[in-house]
């Protein structure tokens, strides 16, 4: 009787470290398992906020303007919407009041610039206007290489394209980047690799009122 209270001890004991060792082993797959859930759960928000806004965009760009409204307004080399004066910045405004959700705003670099937001661009063509842009400029060239998706628009149509980088962790300069936290990259799965960052990039299109 002895013997078998001994024995039941012992096994009782050994099920315990049979425990901790799974729970050791399994720890770090959990860990990064709930690491992606939440980084592409926050993912998904940014997309769908992203497409909201480029919908928005295009509405505002649609609507009837008045004839002393001009299409754009801006001097040479000046991409900031906070003039307000021109079709154009009212549709990066509406964007921007959108984006303001998850820190991100329509404002070239440096100029109106909120350094705790990050800065993206848009490219807006209305029927036969030349195509113009409100934002961050330096999203044109690589390795963004941000542009249109589709065909032009006609002459009666209005297409706005809004991109920006999933994670930007130089303007601003945070932790983690922003929208979207970069947190899988120290696992292999990075969002914000120097050739060939991720980036949000979708146009939307619109017949013109």
Same mark, same amino acid.
Request: proline letters at 0%.
């Given at each position: 009787m002895r013997h078998f209270a001994r024995y039941k001890s012992v096994t009782r004991r050994r099920r315990r470290g049979a425990v901790v060792l799974e729970f050791i082993v399994a720890m770090p797959v959990l860990f990064v398992a709930f690491l992606a859930i939440f980084e592409f759960g926050i993912m998904g928000l940014v997309v769908e906020n992203g497409a909201h806004a480029v919908n928005e965009? %295009?509405?505002?760009?649609a609507k009837v303007w008045g004839g002393s409204v001009a299409f754009d307004n801006n001097p040479a080399a000046n991409y900031d919407p906070t003039g307000n004066n021109d079709i154009a910045d009212q549709i990066?405004?509406?964007?921007?009041?959108?984006?303001?959700?998850?820190?991100l705003e329509v404002r070239q670099n440096t100029v109106s610039d909120n350094l705790t937001k990050a800065n993206v661009l848009v490219i807006i063509e209305r029927g036969a206007n030349p195509v113009t842009y409100r934002g961050n400029i330096t999203l044109l060239a690589p390795p963004y290489n941000c542009t249109r998706t589709g065909a032009p628009p006609g002459a009666n149509e209005i %297409?706005?394209?809004?991109?920006?980088p999933?994670?930007?962790s130089s303007t601003p300069a945070t932790t983690y980047g922003n929208p979207v936290p970069?947190?899988?990259a120290s696992f292999g799965f990075n969002l914000n690799k120097p050739a060939t960052p991720y980036?949000?990039?979708?146009?939307a299109r619109s017949e013109l009122e």
């Open positions: 965009g %295009v509405r505002e760009g990066a405004l509406s964007m921007d009041a959108i984006l303001d959700v998850f820190d %297409v706005v394209t809004l991109c920006f999933l994670v930007n970069n947190w899988l980036r949000f990039e979708m146009s």
